[in-house]
């Protein structure tokens, strides 16, 4: 008994293994398999039929071949397989439905719910996940699962969000099985940091597999990759740098965040406040998320439209924020930093041109000049890395799956 | 003749294997390692007869069992190989020689000399090493290397020591060449906080495998384990962590480093430059480092005989470093820190009563409690380490053993 359940075991990790060698190649023959899995042939043939017949793979037209016949290609099936990925910024909800080959199918932002409930914004996402869903037009059955991305801390065992800063009434939220009650979909958790440096890392040149991620949304968060393995944590709360000192001289703001910290530095709530300090713009309500980074949204247009203030303001933050990657790469030795997140694009006009050279100037004598570059994957980074997270769960061959049982 | 080649190698490599597991055991059988290694018993069989013919290994008496013979514990012979780890601090020179069984046989340190020519101070190491192996009378055929941890920033696979802040003279200096001219050893060069989390690592309980670890000596600076393993940095260059922020309203020091620092915080420079500052103590010459130790010394001397004014600069000093080991803390989200180098056991009386609590003070909300301690090595970790790194390098299987060739 116990037995044929490890057999059982073997086999779905030989097919996981399968699977993934075809996830990531671009067509691969059976004969390819075999030698790249070290698996048999007459297992290639087996698991191969299987996925096939699951419809999680299928046959290509092959190449036209100078001599002999020509191996077939197998792809993945799109269709096969779906996640779906949730990324909770307490100002933006940004949601993706991704396919077996990795691409996103469709994609949706709202402004997240400022309700003091969080059950109404459980609520809400589960209805827009629904409706992807069904403007998709997908084989609900083929849906693997939910991935969430939210700020931390969060407990990603238990599916706890403990008590995130930015999201002030969600204290302990069951954020995972109240959505798995909702949705009826298996729900994975985990930080927003994690869940993007996942996508960014996905979609790296295979070059360059050590970096930073700095999150820049209604928080400001970094992730750390180093030689193709994202850093969780121990508590899987990997990341937390916004009471970093990037600044000795910053004004005093009239928040809770640290004097001279990076929140301090480049947060839509601490621009806005910076913005209406010097008369550019009236101080939104502070406790609404949306209205902060609508405010933060006029600051950047007003900056991309000449606003010589408002441009001031977001070159102070880029000096700032390039003294904080300074200190990361010093500490960490990684050759390229990437930012990224939902405030990013508003971002990138004012910081790009600049950022490089400011971060060049702040590592040790000695240390090579760092890559800075704005994420490959976009505004939807830490979604997608949600949905990511959840294919390779129930996809991707792991140890784990030979040891349990 | 290349397939002879890959298997004298595969040889090798599972010769490796053998001397690895007897070397982290405490006496291990045949069967034992049969069963672990994966290998025949005519493989294990023919291994270890080698490796008793090299004197690497050797029987021991086996234990009284009950029933049937009992197994013969194989355990690694001490002098079966050394090898010498060098730390160059600026102000302390550290040396070791290991034994086969990882115990430190012979140490001493020595001022550093503070000679603006770096070959009066090569000559000087291959000196005190020829001492220290004369002094131990061991076999020298059987030292394996000289393992050297340095201030950064170095170039570990050119063996070259660039522009180290802490070392003006040494520019561009071919330490690794130099050294091994002067010794006809093989040697190893390493950073100085690599070398030191090697050794801490070693010394960890299996418990408790990340850490940071802070090394407090003429400069500052990290390292950081995860998961068992000693992050190097892509240039192995990890851990600059001086110009880290750790006091916005910190004085302005009379010398090069930032102001509120880490390195201003804690290095011995920055404590003298206090201390004269409130007229404690003459300044003594900032560029003769020995010189500069021993005035540190006697500032961490007048604090703990309960001299208020010298007590309350260790205090600023932990509280400053607290917010320092607060930011790596926050942004690894590691259980564990451990505090050590040549410094570090002049200011401990002073910090670890105070130095927990305030770490833990700067850490996120939901954060867990740190565990802060000291070094459990001491002193020598440093030097410990480069020593380990050889012996790893020369006896330790590494998958490059059979990827290379």
Redesign the interface.
């Known amino acids: 008994m116990r037995r044929g359940s490890n057999q059982l075991r073997v086999a779905d990790f030989n097919q996981a293994v399968v699977l993934d060698l075809v996830r990531r190649s671009r067509g691969v023959s059976r004969a390819d398999l075999q030698r790249e899995s070290g698996l048999s042939s007459q297992t290639i043939s087996n698991i191969t039929r299987r996925l096939i017949d699951d419809r999680l793979i299928r046959e290509s037209t092959p190449e036209g071949s100078a001599r002999g016949r020509p191996s077939i290609p197998l792809i993945t099936d799109p269709d096969g397989a779906y996640s779906v990925g949730v990324h909770i910024d307490p100002a933006r909800l940004t949601i993706v439905l991704l396919d077996l080959e990795g691409e996103v199918r469709l994609g949706r932002q709202d402004h997240t719910p400022q309700a003091t409930n969080p059950s109404e914004v459980t609520a809400f996402i589960a209805d827009a996940v629904d409706g992807l869903m069904t403007e998709a037009g997908i084989d609900r059955a083929r849906v693997l699962g939910l991935g969430i991305a939210a700020p ?2 969060l407990d990603v065992e238990a599916g706890l969000l ?2 995130p ?1 930015q999201l002030p009434n969600w204290r302990n939220v069951r954020l995972r099985a109240d959505l798995h009650e909702a949705t009826g979909l298996p729900v994975l958790l985990d930080k927003d940091v994690t869940a993007a440096a996942t996508a960014e890392l996905r979609s790296s040149p295979q070059s360059s597999t ?1 970096f930073v991620f700095l999150y820049l949304g209604s928080g400001v968060g ?1 992730s ?1 990759v ?1 030689d193709n393995q994202v ?20 004004e005093q703001l009239e928040w809770s965040g640290r ?2 910290g990076l929140a301090a530095a480049c947060v839509p709530e601490a621009l806005v406040l910076q913005a209406a300090r010097v008369g550019l713009m009236p101080l939104p309500n502070l406790n609404d998320y949306v209205a902060v980074d609508d405010a933060c949204s006029a600051l950047c247009a007003l900056a991309s439209a000449g606003d010589a203030v408002a441009s001031r303001i977001l070159e102070r933050a880029a000096r700032r924020v390039a003294v904080g990657l ?3 790469v ?6 390229r930093v990437v930012l990224g997140g939902p405030l990013w694009d508003r971002l990138s006009s004012a910081f790009l041109p600049v950022i490089p050279d400011l971060v060049d100037r ?1 590592l ?5 000049k760092v890559l800075v570059q704005g994420s490959a994957v976009g505004e939807q980074v830490a979604a997608r890395g949600a949905a990511e997270l959840v294919m390779d769960h129930f996809l991707a061959p792991r140890a784990s799956a030979l040891m349990v049982g």
Chains 1, 2 share one sequence.
């Open positions: 931390g801390p403990l008590d800063p050590s970094a750390v180093l850093i969780r944590g121990t508590t899987n709360n990997v990341g937390e740098v916004g009471d970093l000192v990037v600044d000795p001289d910053a004097r001279g300074g200190v990361l010093n500490l960490l030795d990684v050759p702040e040790v004598a000695a240390r090579e």
